[in-house]
Structure formats: C-alpha cells, structure tokens
C-alpha cells in the first residue's frame, strides 16, 4: 500500500506564508507526476499546482506568482510554499501522486488525507 501523508496546514493571517509538506511511503517504485489540490466548503476540489518527475511545473491562474511548488525525487516529498496568502485561498489541501509501485505495475492515483489552511485576520 501506499500512502501520502501531508503537514503543514494552519491558521495564518492575510499576507502571510505557509509551506506544505506531502512524504509518499510504502512499496513505491516510481513516482510520476505529483500536484496539489483544494477544496473550499461548497466548492468542488480544483487542481492549485502540479509537477512532473522532471520538475516541469503548471499553476492555477490564482496562484501563480504566490505559490511555488517543488519535489524531492529521493525523499518521495511534494512540497507547496504559499505565499502573499489571501482569505480566499483557504480551504482543506489535498496532496496526489502518480505512483507505480512496481516496474510491471500500472500507474495509480493516490490520495493524502488533507490538511485545513485558514486565511484569516
């Protein structure tokens, strides 16, 4: 099994800076692409930002210029900084993974359980 534990999720003020974290474990061969996802109360889940196993990276429109994905290869870790953070941007954050678990295996979508950010004064 793999599983996809994310941290970092908090309560910040407009303006500020948060940086997620999201460590793969388990029987992982490969990892593809990786992304970061929210879902606001009421709000279908929308895609924030993805990267390729190359670093070749693509960004919601409302996010680009503030946040910056990136990824550890060797520590099967995503990473999201949030910066110039605004009330808007809150809503629980959802890490996935394109994971082959094995060189025979297909290639499977996995979930991390989410983590809450408030943006609030």
């Known amino acids: 099994q793999v599983q996809l534990v994310e941290s970092g999720g908090g309560l910040v003020q407009p303006g500020g800076s948060l940086r997620l974290s999201c460590a793969a474990s388990?029987?992982?061969?490969?990892?593809?692409?990786m992304a970061w996802y929210r879902q606001a109360p009421g709000k279908q889940r929308e895609l924030v930002a993805g990267i390729t196993r190359g670093g070749n990276t693509n960004y919601a429109d409302s996010v680009k210029g503030r946040f910056t994905i990136s990824r550890d290869n060797a520590k099967n870790t995503v990473y999201l900084q949030m910066n110039s953070l605004k009330p808007e941007d809150t809503a629980v954050y959802y890490c996935n993974a394109a994971v082959r678990r094995t060189i025979v295996s297909s290639t499977d979508d996995y979930w991390g359980q989410g983590t809450q950010v408030t943006v609030s004064s």
């Open positions: 388990g029987i992982i061969f490969r990892i593809d692409g």
